[in-house]
């Protein structure tokens, strides 16, 4: 019966029950009236009364639970024992901890929290680094969370503020009590990973560490400014109580047409106090590099340096500057943005858009300071640990580079240059000579050749030289970096250079000694913060100047390489392919069948700088020198010590995996050596081979790069070189080359010696019954001051509106020494009532030597660009690239005179010639009064104007029809002569022409025409003699004779003089030539000339072998006699 009492009587007597009670209490009531604005926290978290006293309304708008529970929470669960830890710890934290971990206080998360793991490394060039790359952390264990203590508060309204929340949490030890003590410090630990792959790499390593940092106090300090809305919090539904984004909608206001500073949230304080007992600790699991076993001791050495503090106060500081920076707040605004639009119980009808901008990353100078303080840092602690490594390890013998796919015969022969090039050999001995010898250098010092030649050409004053980087940097999060300059130090400062010193048919050696080395990075860095004084000071966009600084002293590297180089391939490769310079190394690349570093070994005797300097703040700067001088005293000798063998079992491998990478992309298809461009088929424009875009544009040439960038480059660097000038108006190419050949050649700088007899000659002379034997020698010719060609020279200059013209002027002889010429003659003769013998020394000094050469030459441009390496030295070849002109029978050109090659102008001046005599033995005494009017200065004028005529008449010989038929001959010849030719023919004798076939050549005509040239010469200086000589005495006399007049007799002199010159200009007025005169026949008048244009013809014919001989037949009785007699005939009567 009893469920039937249940069913029947008291169910219906609780349903009577509860309509009663809710008829009492009625419906719940609805929300009050919306209201605008948002949320006084004061109001919200606090009881009435103590809202009031914080500056809130104490009305309680937003009711009383919420009070009520912080009241709760307050009471349960931040409340203290009496050693100040919170019950929190033992309510909450410790369950959930334990549930977690199965420890108290310990979570525990097992497995991989962040990895990256590059498996295979995709670009080839990375690959001589490593295979795969690995960072790992793992296993990740957090202990003693369960010691939170006082003073902690959450949420407690700021009372200055009603939407500002204080915070404050505490964990940790309490004080005066130490790590060993008490096990409530805090604790993280985790693995940390480190694996580099690679079978060939020498960075290969596997290191499984566990690092532990114990922090035995942590203070969190947080002051958020939070608007939420007053009407979206009264009218949350409970259906969407967790659902975190509708909680985080409440901080956006709709009114808005974006995020202002008075909505959302806003972190504007935050800070972490973490206890000065702060440690850290490591300790090996599995790792390859044993040494870091002792990485403890290392850690060690940083707490010694607060370097862990200093990252630790510098990360706190850069965190809390993001956290109240302007990017994070637009990040929290953009998740206000979006959470609000995931929320189900919104409206978004009238919602702002979602494309709404919000603030970009911005760095702080603060921030830029600190990476800078850890990267200056963090390198030296890498070379503290590599160091670490390779102490004490022995160095590994000189390793084998293999050479596979090519017999040795194919390859280069470094021990025997002359093979390739007949003068390889003697250029390198000389090279090597050179570079490794003592020399004086231009500022009086003794130095090496190496040092005096990178002085001359490429080291400032100082010794410096200064790499423009033409990288712009980067513009990034406020922050512009810009790269200026890269100086390398020390280049000054060779003490032992010896390169290059074969050991092997493929394999050399190097030996480099410096007294100091070094680099120094030159950068500009600025940072727009608004939060300082740098942002107005820098508003004009000025850069400030940071310098980093790594100096090394007595530095020495010991290596030998391996290099195997294809012959046909060298010498094969063509000049279009390399045009450009970015196609060198490929090309280059592409001729080595094998090249390795056999043996690298750098030695250190001190490290003399590492340093920063500029844009970070002085406290930085003094951290940062401070933490370099520990690192010197305590870890300088390992570094040193070590670094022969990182240098032979890192860097040596590392650069050879480079090598090879660039030599197997060379073979590649696609990376081996482009071939020329076959579309360019007119003639080659020197404007756009030698000159930049502009200065071609400028000469009317086109400006484009169809010849690439490396001729650009060499003649803009020969320019620089042989336009800079010293103190004497000379050229800098004196000291740089004619210096050197003049000082190899004849030990004498700028002079060049050839000793012993040139030539000597004895005959008869049979002259008006003069009879003697006559004996002339010439001997020990020396050109002196070669090395005083003035500045600028211009070489191979294009000229404007003119595609193949080539501008060159070059100046010798200025300064104080003037070019010279001299040799010794020997002029001895004996005859009847005669008899001398003189030995004299003539010179021939030019000052201010100018010449000026203006050259056509026409090169087609498809024969250039396929023009082989191994033919750069041929002349014949460098003539077979221009186009051949027409030539008649007798090799006279035909058609356009501007095409080919055409020397179109000469011209040759010398602004004092001086000639002196220097007896050594004579017994003609008229020898010594010419010396002495030769050093006189009516002596040097007329010496002077004969050498400028003589000049004159050479350049007009050398732009004559003779020389330009001589080229276009050479021109016609040019493609049968060049090896690589199509026409070429080894055993090409020359063209013949109709004017050569006539005149046979004995076997000493060369010699004899020698000896012939050479008495013409001679002849020709003692012309020259006898016309001063005469010239001397002539004027002597006169000068005399006139000394002897009195004024009265000179005055008549001059007026009869007068009188004689106006007679002669009547006689040729009033007077006819013969050939005018009436009073000659006009048959003779007309004969004349006839007669005198017969014999020049005739002596023209003669010389010119077209009437080669005349024949007379004379019959005396039954004789014919012929004329030249060189036969007789016999003839019946």
Not at 395 to 422: F, N, Q, R, W, Y
Not at 956 to 983: G, I, T, W, Y
Request: glycine share 6%.
């Amino acid at each position: 019966a009893m469920p039937n009492f249940f069913q029947l009587f008291v169910r219906d007597v609780i349903n009577d029950y509860i309509d009663g009670v809710v008829s009492l209490l009625g419906k719940c009531p609805d929300t009050k009236p919306p209201m605008s604005g948002f949320v006084d926290f004061r109001d919200l978290f606090l009881d009435p009364d103590d809202a009031l006293a914080s500056g809130g309304s104490g009305d309680a708008p937003y009711g009383n639970v919420i009070p009520w529970i912080m009241d709760i929470i307050d009471d349960q669960l931040f409340s203290a024992d009496e050693s100040g830890q919170l019950s929190v710890n033992e309510l909450m934290v410790r369950p959930l901890t334990k549930s977690q971990s199965g420890i108290e206080g310990s979570l525990h998360f097992n497995g991989t929290l962040i990895d990256l793991n590059k498996r295979q490394v995709t670009r080839k060039i990375w690959t001589s680094f490593a295979d795969n790359l690995r960072l790992r952390l793992s296993d990740l264990h957090l202990s003693g969370l369960d010691s939170m203590r006082v003073p902690t508060e959450i949420l407690s309204p700021k009372s200055s503020s009603a939407h500002t929340l204080e915070n404050k949490i505490s964990i940790g030890v309490t004080e005066n009590v130490s790590i060993t003590d008490n096990s409530d410090s805090l604790r993280a630990s985790f693995g940390f990973e480190l694996l580099v792959g690679g079978e060939n790499s020498p960075l290969a390593m596997n290191n499984l560490m566990d690092l532990e940092l114990i922090v035995p106090s942590l203070d969190i300090l947080a002051m958020l400014r939070a608007t939420v809305e007053v009407d979206r919090l009264m009218k949350f539904p409970l259906k969407d109580i967790t659902n975190v984004d509708c909680w985080i909608s409440t901080l956006w206001s709709s009114k808005n047409s974006g995020i202002e500073s008075d909505a959302g949230v806003a972190i504007e304080y935050l800070n972490m106090v973490l206890d000065d007992g702060m440690m850290v600790n490591a300790s090996c699991i599995s790792c390859t590099n044993q040494m870091l076993n002792q990485f403890n001791s290392v850690l060690s050495f940083l707490e010694d340096q607060e370097w862990i503090s200093n990252i630790r106060s510098r990360a706190i500081l850069i965190g809390s500057q993001l956290a109240r920076g302007e990017w994070v707040q637009g990040m929290i605004a953009k998740q206000i943005d979006s959470s609000s639009r995931r929320c189900p119980h919104l409206n978004f009808e009238n919602s702002m858009p979602l494309a709404q901008k919000y603030q970009k990353f911005e760095t702080t100078r603060e921030m830029v300071d600190g990476v800078l303080y850890g990267g200056m840092t963090l390198v030296q602690v890498i070379a503290i640990v590599m160091a670490q490594k390779h102490t004490g390890v022995d160095l590994p013998p000189p390793v084998d580079i293999v050479v596979s796919g090519a017999d040795k015969t194919e390859l280069i022969d470094l021990t025997d240059l002359g093979s390739i090039l007949s003068w390889g050999d003697m250029v390198l001995d000389e090279a090597r000579t050179y570079l490794g010898g003592v020399v004086e250098s231009k500022r009086g010092e003794q130095v090496l050749g190496i040092t005096n030649l990178l002085q001359s050409l490429i080291l400032d004053d100082d010794g410096l030289l200064k790499i423009p980087i033409i990288d712009k940097g980067f513009i990034a999060g406020g922050v512009e970096l810009s790269l200026y300059n890269v100086t390398l130090v020390g280049l000054d400062s060779f003490a032992k250079f010896e390169v290059l010193k074969t050991s092997g048919p493929q394999a050399f050696g190097n030996i480099i000694r410096l007294d100091k080395l070094g680099v120094t990075l030159r950068m500009g860095l600025s940072v727009e913060d608004p939060n300082t004084e740098q942002l107005r000071r820098l508003n004009t966009n000025k850069l400030e100047t940071i310098t980093v600084s790594l100096i090394f002293k007595d530095v020495e590297i010991d290596t030998s390489v391996m290099l195997a180089l294809d012959r046909e391939l060298m010498r094969s490769m063509k000049l279009g392919s390399i045009l450009s310079i970015d196609n060198i190394s490929s090309c280059l690349f592409s001729t080595i069948h094998a090249i390795g570093i056999q043996k690298l070994v750098m030695t250190l005797g001190n490290i003399d700088e590492f340093s920063i300097a500029g844009f970070v703040s002085a406290a930085t700067q003094q951290e940062i020198d401070d933490f370099t001088a520990a690192v010197f005293t305590n870890y300088k000798p390992m570094i040193i010590e070590s670094l022969p063998a990182f240098t032979a079992t890192v860097v040596r491998p590392l650069l050879n995996n480079v090598l090879q990478y660039f030599m197997e992309k060379a073979k590649r298809e696609g990376g081996a050596c482009r071939e020329p461009d076959e579309s360019l088929t007119g003639i080659v424009d020197f404007r756009d081979l030698f000159l930049s875009q502009s200065k071609s544009v400028a000469l009317l040439g086109s400006g484009l790069p169809k010849y690439g960038d490396l001729f650009r480059v060499l003649h803009s660097f020969i320019d620089d070189v042989i336009s800079a000038t010293n103190d004497l108006g000379q050229s800098n190419i004196n000291d740089l080359i004619i210096s050197k050949l003049t000082d190899n050649q004849s030990n004498s700088t700028g002079a060049l010696f050839f000793p012993g007899k040139l030539f000597g000659q004895e005959f008869d002379i049979a002259l008006n019954g003069l009879n003697a034997v006559v004996e002339i020698a010439v001997s020990d010719v020396r050109l002196s001051s070669l090395d005083s060609i003035g500045a600028p020279i211009r070489l191979l200059q294009p000229v404007e509106g003119e595609a193949s013209i080539l501008n060159n002027s070059v100046s010798v002889g200025v300064g104080p020494d003037a070019l010279r010429v001299s040799f010794k003659l020997f002029v001895a003769g004996e005859g009847d009532d005669v008899k001398i013998s003189n030995e004299l020394e003539l010179g021939l000094s030019l000052k201010n030597l100018s010449v000026i050469l203006e050259l056509l030459a026409e090169i087609e441009e498809q024969a250039f660009f396929s023009f082989p390496i191994k033919d750069i030295l041929d002349f014949n070849c460098w003539m077979a690239t221009m186009p051949t002109p027409f030539i008649d029978k007798f090799g006279i050109r035909i058609g356009s005179p501007d095409t080919g090659l055409v020397l179109r102008k000469i011209a040759m001046a010398a602004a004092e010639a001086r000639l002196d005599v220097n007896c050594i033995s004579c017994s003609s005494s008229v020898l010594l009064d010419i010396s002495t009017y030769l050093s006189s200065d009516d002596g040097v004028t007329d010496t002077t104007d004969v050498a400028n005529r003589i000049f004159d008449y050479g350049t007009k010989l050398l732009r004559s029809q003779l020389v330009q038929d001589q080229f276009d001959r050479m021109l016609n010849e040019a493609e049968m002569k060049c090896p690589h030719s199509a026409n070429y023919n080894a055993n090409f004798a020359g063209l013949k022409f109709d004017e050569m076939d006539a005149i046979e050549s004995s076997e000493d005509a060369y010699g004899f025409l020698i000896a012939i040239i050479s008495v013409v010469a001679v002849c020709a200086v003692v012309v020259v003699l006898v016309y001063v000589a005469v010239n001397w005495v002539s004027r002597r006399r006169h000068n005399r004779w006139v000394g002897t007049l009195t004024r009265a007799q000179k005055l008549q002199l001059v007026r009869e003089q007068r009188e004689e010159t106006e007679r002669e200009k009547d006689l040729n007025k009033i007077m006819k030539s013969l050939f005018c005169s009436a009073e000659v026949p006009i048959s003779l008048r007309l004969l004349i000339p006839i007669v005198i244009f017969g014999n020049i013809a005739l002596f023209l014919s003669g010389h010119l072998s077209l009437g080669k001989s005349l024949v007379m037949y004379m019959p005396v009785e039954s004789i014919v006699l012929t004329s030249p007699c060189l036969e007789t005939k016999q003839v019946v009567p």
